[in-house]
Structure formats: C-alpha cells, structure tokens
C-alpha cells in the first residue's frame, strides 16, 4: 500500500533552536496534512496545504508542499519546551478514496 | 463545539472479553473514522463511513472486529473476543463532506491482559 516516510523518527534539542522535518512518498499526493499529537491525546492539525509550492506559516510553524508533490517538509523556528510532542505528515495520495496516509512521526523533545 | 468524543478514554479488560468502544463525532460531519495506534505499527486506519455506510474496511485486522454507524452522530468499534495484542489507543476522527482535514478524539486506550 501507499507509506510516507518520515524523518527523523525523533530530535532532541535545545530550546530557541529551529527543527527541520520531513515525509516523502513514492506516489503523487494532492494534499499534505501536518498534525501534532500530545501525551494522551489525539492528533491535532497544524497545517494543510493543497497546492505544488505552496508555503504556509501558522505562527512559529512553516510547511511546505514540494513541487514534485511527492514531499513536504515542517519548520519549527525557535523551539519551545510546550513543542514537544509527536509531529505526523499526513496526505491524500492521487486517486485515493478519501483514506488519509499517515507517516511514522516525528517524536520532538525540547531541554530548556 | 464540543469536538469529537470517544468513550471510555481507558479500558482494561481480560484476554476472551468482548470490548465495544464508541465515537460521537463533530456535529455536521459525515465521514468518521476508526484508527488504531501503537508503538510498533504507528497509525493504522481500520475502517471509515461515508453518510454512515461503510466504505473502505481493509484495515480491520480481523473478523474479530466489528464497525457500526447506525446514525450520523454514533459509532462503535466492538472487539469480540479480546486478545492482548489488540492493546493500542483506539482514535475515532470524523470530516466535514469535501473538506480533507480530520478531527481527532482524545482516544481509547485498550489494555487487555
């Protein structure tokens, strides 16, 4: 079946510093979901984006859609200790029948 | 908006038992999904509705398992019998017609001994 693959599978950083991840798949997706998921709780939307190159801000966060369509990447810029958490991509590939694929996560630890 | 609720949010049960799980999904939405989470296998979807009907069950794991919809605003996931690898936190999430993001229960941690 169709898989995203996400990396890194998880970070553990300094508070103030910026985080980079990313999902890439073998097949064309048309639209890119970037959820956050904290303890005990279940996944949250943070971004979505729907267009090749589109680049789209939600506070400290920026995603992007990649042009060939078959990546997407988050931006985290000045790190928080209340941005920890699990961070998942998430996509409809072309073609599918409404059944969203998600990637590993992303597990993001903040020391402050 | 109270936002999509599933109960219990924990449930701890023995190996044979049989376990139902509900979902009231968002006031208005017509599409809900079950997913099952764990450490080893991620996300998983089991199985979403459209307008209460059934539409793409392949995830299920097994005839153990059992979806229902019976009217827009209830969904139960029954297990019939529990075994312990079923243990995993149980998400419910329901979407607006023709928009693509999903909203998301607290869950359901199963634990079955």
């Known amino acids: 079946g169709q898989q995203l693959n996400q990396s890194p599978q998880s970070m553990f950083i300094q508070e103030g510093e910026d985080v980079s991840m990313n999902c890439t798949s073998s097949?064309?997706?048309?639209?890119w979901l970037w959820y956050k998921q904290e303890p005990g709780e279940g996944p949250v939307l943070l971004i979505a984006?729907?267009?090749?190159?589109e680049l789209t801000s939600n506070g400290r966060l920026t995603a992007q859609f990649g042009i060939t369509r078959k990546d997407s990447f988050l931006n985290i810029s000045a790190s928080i200790p209340s941005d920890v958490g699990i961070y998942f991509c998430?996509?409809?590939?072309?073609?599918?029948?409404?059944?969203?694929?998600f990637g590993q996560g992303t597990t993001l630890q903040v020391k402050p | 908006d109270a936002g999509v609720i599933q109960s219990p949010r924990h449930e701890v049960t023995e190996m044979g038992q049989e376990v139902t799980l509900r979902c009231k999904p968002i006031?208005?939405?017509?599409?809900l999904f079950w997913y099952r989470q764990t450490m080893m296998r991620g996300l998983e979807l089991l199985i979403y509705?459209?307008?209460?009907?059934?539409?793409?069950d392949s995830g299920m794991p097994e005839d153990r398992f059992s979806a229902k919809m019976p009217n827009a605003s209830f969904s139960t996931l029954k297990i019939q019998p529990s075994e312990p690898r079923d243990s995993a936190v149980y998400f419910c999430?329901?979407?607006?017609?023709?928009?693509?993001?999903?909203?998301f229960g607290p869950g359901t941690r199963l634990t079955v001994l």
């Open positions: 999430a329901s979407r607006s017609g023709g928009a693509d993001t999903q909203y």
């Open positions: 097949s064309i997706f048309n639209t």
């Open positions: 984006l729907y267009k090749a190159g």
């Open positions: 998430a996509g409809f590939f072309s073609g599918n029948t409404g059944k969203l694929i």
């Open positions: 006031s208005g939405h017509n599409s």
């Open positions: 509705f459209n307008n209460n009907v059934p539409i793409d």
